[in-house]
């Protein structure tokens, strides 16, 4: 991936950087310039926000076929959490065993290696969601 | 003014391996390992972690603690370790980056084998006590690594932590800081080298006990202190015998180190050891105590601390992020085939991340 095109979105994969609608309140990640639901009477009261990182399990795969770089990984699990401000993200749930994994379970995010350019290349972080256990 | 400690924040990676299953791969007595450094398991950062996603954890740990904090008055954040994901690049960045408090601020990243931490609170408390900055970021983490079969692959572990340095609302008082350093090679890693190498017996006697009782004995002459004063003494530990060795050297009793004393269940976490085991005494410590510490970097340097608890201390959210007992216990524990996986000892066609 280009190094610049993955920069860009730093703020979104390190901090959660989304957008609520001034006009409906609804939030998107990552962000946008318009409501999809208000369309122009969103325009100009797009309020930037971060999410807090915490959410529900809504649904999961277990991986066994891994793209290469994530081979190490397998089997590993990739979920759809809906974050408590109501968006709903998609990424790696770490530090669990698949068989412990459940729907309903809460999680929360933590920034981990999502990828590098080789061994000579930039290491890309950003979010994965862990089991919130503490 | 005083300087000293406003929040902290600890992160260990779960994965264990024992020394035992060390031993049985290369028909080593991994039990004599065990007993002899008296390490019953190592942590082992997962293949996604490195120095910069722990100290992330560990800082983002620190700021649960402090909500009233603005990441903003951050002015200084410096990341001490010895296992940097990259040769240039720093990693403190993207840990800025990471906890909002970029880009109106200074960052480097230290090295100093085991105790670059320790030099980057002592940075930190001088640029606080100057008005430079109103809070400096200290934080130690490693992911060491042990050439397989060598004696330090049954030490070498993960983990780090934070700590906010500031002169308001400080937890900790940070009464005198001295350092004792000389040109010792008693363990180095020359560029380009995937492991590193030690002067074996050498990193005893003239290397680890001579620098951290002298930094010890420079910090209690200072201080005007005697052992019995201190209700902690966090001390490096690179297994889990010379700190208690060189406490009974300075008159300093098992009990006093007991809390800070982590490398047993967690291994050697390099510049992470003693900002870990400074956070343990931190979990529970009361207003009043007075903690004693000294880091030691191999090359070699050792840092002494003299710190006084206060009341703030009742204050501070501690639990709103996790303790270090809550890392120490949530474990799980590998064997030598995915350890050696996770650390890339294993040649993999492509990369990984």
């Known amino acids: 991936m280009a190094t610049a095109r993955f920069w860009r979105d730093n703020p979104s994969r390190y901090n959660l950087k989304a957008v609520r609608c001034g006009n409906c309140g609804k939030v998107f990640f990552p962000p946008r310039a318009v409501c999809s639901v208000c369309h122009r009477k969103s325009i100009g009261k797009m309020e930037c926000m971060s999410l807090k990182g915490e959410g529900e399990l809504i649904s999961f795969s277990v991986v066994h076929d891994a793209p290469s770089q994530f081979e190490i990984h397998k089997p590993y699990v990739v979920a759809i959490v809906r974050m408590d401000e109501g968006v709903m993200l998609t990424s790696q749930l770490i530090d669990v065993d698949p068989k412990e994994v459940r729907i309903g379970m809460r999680v929360r995010t933590t920034l981990r290696k999502v990828g590098e350019d080789g061994p000579a290349g930039v290491i890309y972080y950003g979010y994965k969601f862990a089991p919130v256990r503490a | ?353």
């Open chain 2, 1 to 353: 003014m005083d300087v000293g400690i406003v929040s902290y924040g600890a992160y260990v990676p779960r994965y264990r391996i024992t020394p035992q299953e060390i031993g049985r791969v290369w028909g080593s007595d991994g039990e004599m390992m065990s007993k002899g450094l008296m390490i019953y398991s190592k942590s082992v950062p997962a293949p996604d972690e490195d120095v910069i996603t722990i100290s992330v954890e560990a800082a983002r740990n620190m700021m649960r603690r402090v909500p009233e904090v603005d990441p903003q008055d951050i002015g200084a954040l410096y990341v001490g370790s010895e296992s940097h994901p990259y040769a240039v690049k720093p990693s403190g960045t993207i840990v800025a980056e990471a906890i909002g408090c970029s880009p109106n601020m200074t960052v480097a990243d230290y090295e100093f084998a085991c105790k670059a931490g320790t030099a980057a609170i002592q940075t930190c408390m001088g640029l606080v006590g100057a008005g430079m900055v109103r809070y400096g970021v200290a934080i130690g983490a490693d992911t060491s690594q042990g050439a397989p079969g060598d004696p330090l692959e049954y030490s070498a572990s993960a983990g780090g932590a934070a700590f906010l340095i500031g002169s308001k609302d400080v937890i900790a008082v940070i009464n005198h800081t001295c350092s004792f350093t000389t040109d010792t090679p008693d363990f180095w890693r020359r560029e380009g080298q995937d492991y590193p190498s030690h002067g074996g017996r050498f990193t005893g006697e003239p290397a680890y006990f001579k620098h951290v009782a002298s930094a010890a004995k420079l910090v209690l002459k200072r201080a005007g202190s005697k052992p019995s004063d201190y209700a902690h003494a966090v001390f490096h530990q690179p297994n889990g015998k010379f700190p208690q060795r060189v406490a009974k050297m300075l008159g300093f009793t098992d009990k006093q180190i007991e809390v800070g004393l982590l490398t047993p269940k967690i291994g050697n976490t390099y510049s992470g050891a003693v900002p870990l085991g400074l956070s343990a005494v931190l979990d529970v410590a009361q207003p009043g105590e007075r903690v004693f510490v000294v880091a030691y970097g191999s090359g070699a340097g050792a840092d002494g601390f003299d710190i006084t608890i206060t009341d703030n201390i009742t204050r501070l959210r501690r639990l709103a992020a996790p303790l270090v007992s809550h890392y120490i216990e949530d474990r799980q524990v590998i064997d030598y085939a995915t350890y050696a996986k996770f650390r890339g000892k294993i040649r993999l066609k492509g990369g990984s991340a």
